[in-house]
């Protein structure tokens, strides 16, 4: 089993070699943070925000659950949201789902998870509402189509938030987009839904949905 105080050992090397190689870099991190980026994204461990972007800490604000949900209901990732966008007026707000995800394979499995239903059930929301096209391709390629569709929708849904409209309302210059992760190759795809104001949600909805698939 792996010992947690083998973490403490790794922070301590890594802490010392930054000071190495950077002997302020704690000092300005300390002094301020001031992100460009909001990343929406799930909480899997193999997809790390900081990591799979090449982003040092202080670079990135992050929120993070199973399958990079962005329920209207869900005061967390609300108050990230606000935030990030009230508060750190970050430029950027990127809602990141990956291949080979649990979550979205757990939608469409039609097995019982328990209280993990209850959170599922924005993904599988996601799932009727795109049925036709899901139903129509195989078991893998399903997966991957709705990992996409649901990186989409829950950007769509961000858009639709109070705290992205009266920020656009506000002159606030902020964008809106959606990613997928390839686990296979490590590369970011973009899904073609990027809004910087509500008169782009429309025609952005519309062409991530044609060029979607391709990953």
Not at 35 to 57: H, K, Q
Not at 115 to 130: E, F, M, S, T, Y
Not at 154 to 161: E, G, L, M, S
């Amino acid at each position: 089993m792996a010992d947690p105080a083998d973490l403490l050992s790794r922070n301590r090397a890594w802490a010392a070699d930054m000071v190495a190689s950077d002997p302020d870099f704690f000092a300005r991190l300390e002094s301020q943070q001031a992100p460009r980026y909001l990343w929406i994204g799930c909480s899997d461990s193999r997809v790390s925000a900081n990591v799979i972007a090449g982003l040092e800490p202080g670079e990135v604000f992050v929120h993070r659950n199973v399958g990079n949900v962005m329920a209207n209901a869900d005061l967390n990732a609300l108050t990230v949201l606000d935030f990030a966008v009230s508060v750190l007026k970050v430029e950027h707000v990127i809602v990141v789902g990956h291949y080979g995800c649990g979550g979205v394979s757990a939608a469409l499995d039609g097995k019982s998870h328990g209280l993990l239903d209850n959170w599922l059930r924005h993904i599988k929301d996601v799932a009727a509402k795109h049925a036709a096209l899901l139903d129509s391709l195989p078991a893998e390629a399903r997966a991957r189509r709705l990992a996409e569709l649901n990186a989409i929708e829950q950007a769509r849904n961000v858009c639709h938030t109070s705290i992205v409209q009266e920020a656009w309302a506000g002159g606030h210059p902020l964008t809106v987009r959606a990613w997928i992760y390839a686990l296979h190759d490590g590369v970011l795809r973009d899904l073609r839904f990027i809004v910087r104001g509500p008169g782009d949600l429309q025609p952005a909805y519309r062409l991530s949905l044609g060029e979607t698939g391709s990953g």
